[in-house]
C-alpha cells in the first residue's frame, strides 16, 4: 500500500534537486521528452484519422456503403428497391450498372470500369458526389453518353474536356462468340479520388447509357445503398439478408465498403500502428533519462534513504517513495504532451500555412496531392492508448531506481557519518 508519507518524500526530493543541478536538468529533459513523444503521437494520429476519413468518403462516393447484386431479380429490381429504401438503417437506395469496357483513342488503349449512375435521381448520393465530380454530374443526361474519366486514366489516353473517345465492349452473340460492341462517348470532363486503382480505370456515366453499352435493356446490375451509420453497414446488411432467407426469397449477394475496399483501410491501420511503435521510441528515450534522473537522486540521497530506514521506513516504503518520484516526472510530461499534442492538432490548419511560408516550401502541393491541406480527427481512443503507453513506459523505467533505494544499507552508509 502506497502511503501519504510515500508521496510526501517523493514531492520532497523532486523539490530538492536544486543541489544536483545536473539531475535537475535531466529531470526536465526526461519531461520534455516524453511531453515531445506524447504530443507527436498524438499529432500524427490525429492526421492519420483525417486522412482515412477523406479516402473512406471519397471512396464510398462510387461504391456507396454497401451494395445487392441484383442478377436474381431479374426485372423486379425496382421492388427491390423500394423495399431496400423502407428497410431500417439505410436511408437511400440507388441501381447502377456497372460493366468492362476497352477506351480507344488513336493508338493508346486501356481496360476501363464502366460505372452508370442517376446523378440526378437522389439527393443523397448526388450531395456526396458534387464535392469531387463537381457539376460535370450534369451533364451526365440519358442518350447524350457524355461521361467523366479518372484524371490518370484521361492523362494515359490524352484525353481533355470535349474530347471524343471509342468505348469496346465485349459481348456475346447468338452463337455464343465474343464479340465487341463499339460506341463512341464524349468526354465532360475528369475527376480525382485520389486512388490510383480508381482514377486510372473509372468511367462514369449515365444509367440508361451504362444499360445500353451492356445490353441489359431495363435490367441492372445492382443496387447501391446508403446507410445512417456507415459503420453499420455490415449488420445492416447481414440482417436484410437473414430477413429475406427467413421469408423464403432467392438470396442475392451483397457487399459493403468494408469488404470492397478492405485493402485499403488495412494499409492505414498498419501505417498507424507503425508509425505508433517509431514514435513511441521518442518516449523510450525520455524513459531511459528518467532512469538516469532517480538513480543520481538515489545516490544523493543515500544517508537520507539510511536515516529513513533507522526511523522506520520499510523497503516497501522506499521502493514507492522513488516509483511515485518516477510517476511524476512521467505523469507531467504525459499531461503536457496530451495538451500541447491536441492544440497543435486543432489548430494545424494555421501552423502549416505558417511553417510553409516561414521555410519556403509546401507540404502538400496541389499538383501531386488530391489533398491540399492536412485532415485531423483526434479521437478519444488515441488519446487513452497513447497515455497508457507512456504510462506503462515511465512506470518500468523506476523500477531499477527504485530497487536500488531499498538496497541501500543503513549500517553502511552511517559508518563512517
Given at each position: 500500500m502506497i502511503r501519504p508519507v510515500a508521496l510526501w518524500m517523493a514531492l520532497r526530493y523532486l523539490r530538492t534537486q536544486r543541489a544536483s543541478q545536473f539531475a535537475s536538468l535531466v529531470g526536465l529533459a526526461s519531461v520534455l521528452g516524453v511531453a515531445l513523444g506524447v504530443a507527436a503521437l498524438i499529432v500524427v494520429l490525429s492526421v492519420m484519422n483525417g486522412f482515412e476519413n477523406e479516402l473512406r468518403a471519397r471512396l464510398v462516393t462510387i461504391t456507396g456503403h454497401g451494395a445487392v447484386l441484383t442478377g436474381a431479380a431479374g426485372d423486379d429490381w425496382r421492388t427491390l428497391r423500394d423495399e431496400l429504401g423502407a428497410w431500417p438503417g439505410i436511408v437511400a437506395a440507388e441501381p447502377y450498372v456497372e460493366l468492362e469496357a476497352m477506351l480507344a483513342n488513336g493508338g493508346e488503349l486501356a481496360g476501363v470500369v464502366i460505372e452508370g449512375i442517376d446523378p440526378q435521381r437522389d439527393a443523397a448520393f448526388a450531395g456526396e458526389r458534387a464535392s469531387i465530380f463537381g457539376d460535370g454530374l450534369l451533364e451526365l443526361r440519358p442518350g447524350s453518353f457524355q461521361a467523366l474519366l479518372g484524371r490518370a486514366l484521361a492523362a494515359r489516353l490524352g484525353l481533355a474536356p470535349g474530347d471524343r473517345v471509342r468505348v469496346m465492349v465485349p459481348v456475346r452473340d447468338v452463337k455464343g462468340r465474343v464479340v465487341s460492341r463499339l460506341r463512341e462517348i464524349i468526354v465532360a470532363g475528369v475527376f480525382e479520388i485520389g486512388v490510383r486503382d480508381h482514377?486510372?480505370?473509372?468511367?462514369?456515366?449515365?444509367?440508361?447509357?451504362?444499360?445500353?453499352?451492356?445490353?441489359?435493356?431495363?435490367?441492372?446490375?445492382?443496387?447501391?445503398?446508403?446507410?445512417?451509420?456507415?459503420?453499420?453497414?455490415?449488420?445492416?446488411?447481414?440482417?436484410?439478408?437473414?430477413?429475406?432467407?427467413?421469408?423464403?426469397?432467392?438470396?442475392?449477394?451483397?457487399?459493403?465498403?468494408?469488404?470492397?475496399?478492405?485493402?485499403?483501410?488495412?494499409?492505414?491501420?498498419?501505417?498507424?500502428?507503425?508509425?505508433?511503435?517509431?514514435?513511441?521510441?521518442?518516449?523510450?528515450?525520455?524513459?531511459?533519462?528518467?532512469?538516469?534522473?532517480?538513480?543520481?537522486?538515489?545516490?544523493?540521497?543515500?544517508?537520507?534513504?539510511?536515516?529513513?530506514?533507522?526511523?522506520?521506513?520499510?523497503?516497501?516504503?522506499?521502493?514507492?517513495?522513488?516509483?511515485?518520484?518516477?510517476?511524476?516526472?512521467?505523469?507531467a510530461g504525459v499531461v503536457i504532451g496530451l495538451l500541447s499534442g491536441s492544440l497543435l492538432a486543432r489548430n494545424i490548419a494555421v501552423v502549416v500555412p505558417a511553417l510553409e511560408k516561414t521555410f519556403g516550401f509546401e507540404f502538400m502541393p496541389a499538383d501531386v496531392y488530391y489533398l491540399t491541406s492536412l485532415p485531423v480527427d483526434l479521437q478519444v481512443d488515441d488519446f487513452l492508448w497513447v497515455s497508457v503507453i507512456a504510462l506503462l513506459m515511465t512506470a518500468g523505467a523506476t523500477i531499477y531506481p527504485a530497487l536500488r533505494a531499498a538496497s541501500v544499507d543503513p549500517a553502511e552508509v552511517l559508518r563512517y557519518e
Open positions: 482514377d486510372s480505370v473509372r468511367v462514369l456515366l449515365n444509367l440508361a447509357d451504362a444499360a445500353q453499352l451492356a445490353g441489359l435493356g431495363g435490367n441492372i446490375t445492382g443496387i447501391r445503398l446508403q446507410m445512417a451509420d456507415i459503420f453499420a453497414a455490415p449488420e445492416v446488411l447481414h440482417d436484410w439478408t437473414a430477413s429475406r432467407a427467413t421469408a423464403g426469397h432467392a438470396g442475392l449477394a451483397t457487399t459493403d465498403w468494408t469488404r470492397d475496399n478492405a485493402s485499403y483501410f488495412r494499409a492505414v491501420r498498419i501505417e498507424k500502428v507503425m508509425m505508433t511503435l517509431l514514435l513511441s521510441l521518442i518516449v523510450a528515450v525520455a524513459t531511459f533519462n528518467i532512469v538516469a534522473t532517480l538513480v543520481m537522486i538515489v545516490t544523493d540521497k543515500r544517508p537520507g534513504i539510511a536515516i529513513l530506514r533507522t526511523l522506520g521506513f520499510s523497503r516497501r516504503s522506499i521502493i514507492a517513495t522513488f516509483t511515485l518520484q518516477g510517476l511524476l516526472i512521467g505523469w
